[in-house]
């Protein structure tokens, strides 16, 4: 069994996700890989080698398990690639939410698939966000709505006004929980985009798992795609990418490289870029 921490979508020295990699626990139990997270302040991705010799990755936070994790499946590709036991530039990845196709370059630049989007009518009304978050009405864009949306993992994307109040949030989270398991969406993930395009956002996972994320790379992706489905600009047929910078707030600086592919109007698949460095531990 081999481990280490990685820092993954990393904007600076101490910036990115951090993640830790554990190669060969095929034989481990879910209580073993559950009770190893439990001690963990970062997530934990176990890499298991397949009966059909192919790599299924598992994904634990402190308390939970999660079907999919896209910081996780970076890291984990990364320790793979660097210990050579995958080669070329194209794996498939088993998990609990399907088969991930992943793809990297020669600077280990590593590229995740994602599905695409689709967004669900029930939201939580216009106050319970703002108490949630604890800013007003005022705060929120009206030519943007608010959307629970997916590429893999649903979050609630709320659009602000200006980077000052994304910044200075700090939610009441017991009540963002709730909200969160009476939605069934896995995070708040509220945004702001800058006079430059460039994209800003925190995200603030449901109970179970951390307060805050770095980098979350399932809800920048669905952003990539609701940023299409709902922007009045006309998008021609191609790849469109969207640079979304997250843990500011955190002292963590990160950016992802979140692109959504567009055809006969609509958006039809996602993907986000990353990489992954090593980690003091």
Wanted: charged letters at 25%.
């Amino acid at each position: 069994m081999e481990q280490g921490i990685k820092r993954v979508f990393s904007k600076g020295e101490h910036g990115g996700n951090p993640c830790r990699v554990v190669l060969d626990t095929e034989r481990w139990t879910e209580l073993q890989k559950q009770t190893f997270a439990s001690k963990c302040d970062e997530d934990v991705v176990y890499v298991d080698r397949t009966e059909t010799g192919s790599y299924a990755y598992r994904f634990f936070t402190k308390e939970v398990e999660k079907a999919f994790c896209l910081h996780a499946t970076i890291a984990a590709t990364t320790s793979l690639i660097e210990h050579l036991r995958i080669t070329g530039e194209h794996t498939s990845i088993e998990t609990k939410a399907g088969t991930i196709e992943v793809t990297w370059n020669q600077n280990k630049e590593v590229q995740v698939e994602q599905n695409s989007f689709s967004a669900q009518e029930n939201v939580p009304t216009i106050q319970d966000i703002c108490e949630s978050l604890m800013i007003t009405e005022e705060d929120l864009r009206d030519d943007f709505p608010i959307q629970i949306g997916s590429t893999s993992r649903s979050k609630l994307i709320i659009p602000l006004k200006n980077n000052e109040v994304l910044q200075a949030l700090s939610p009441d989270y017991n009540r963002l929980w709730d909200l969160c398991e009476a939605y069934e969406t896995t995070g708040f993930y509220p945004f702001v985009i800058e006079a430059n395009g460039e994209i800003y956002a925190r995200q603030f996972p449901s109970r179970g798992m951390f307060k805050e994320d770095a980098a979350t790379g399932v809800a920048a992706s669905a952003l990539s795609a609701y940023l299409i489905d709902n922007g009045t600009e006309s998008y021609q047929e191609g790849w469109h990418a969207f640079q979304v910078h997250q843990g500011e707030a955190m002292g963590r600086p990160s950016v992802m490289k979140a692109e959504a592919y567009v055809q006969l109007g609509k958006v039809t698949k996602t993907r986000i870029t990353g990489s992954a460095v090593d980690s003091e531990q």
